[in-house]
């Protein structure tokens, strides 16, 4: 179980935004991305963390015939920065060993830009970088 005491972060930051306020976050993942955070050494803004399969994003994956993401392991969660932060929470997560994925949105308006970070681990080829 998260050690909320020792964190920057505190669940409502990761409950599914569908309605159902849903948390299931990974510990494992919730873990890592402290580390991450203390290397970071500033604020990271949650914007999406668990996402149930009701949830918008989750359902369309499933109606088009995938799998939900990483976002429905509990595994995953979007940051949203801009900028030079960005480049830098980059550089910081692509170090750490059990960051697995790093998506990058840069995109658009500043409100809508965020950097992805998963601890997913699946078979089979995945990028361990990509913008959207």
């Not at 991450?36 to 088009?64: F, L, Q, W």
């Not at 993401?69 to 595994?75: E, R």
Request: glycine fraction near 10%.
């Amino acid at each position: 179980m998260a050690d909320w005491g020792n964190m920057n972060f505190v669940p409502d930051e990761f409950r599914c935004k569908c309605g159902c306020n849903t948390f299931n976050m990974d510990d494992g993942f919730l873990s890592v991305l402290q580390e991450v955070r203390n290397t970071y050494g500033r604020p990271m803004h949650v914007t999406s963390g668990y996402r149930c399969e009701k949830h918008p994003v989750e359902a369309r994956k499933i109606d088009r015939g995938g799998k939900p993401g990483s976002h429905y392991s509990g595994k995953a969660c979007d940051i949203a920065v801009t900028g030079a932060s960005a480049l830098y929470l980059v550089r910081v997560a692509l170090n750490h060993t059990k960051v697995t994925g790093v998506g990058i949105q840069q995109k658009g308006p500043h409100n809508k830009r965020f950097i992805h970070i998963d601890t997913l681990t699946t078979e089979g080829l995945r990028p361990n970088i990509w913008s959207y």
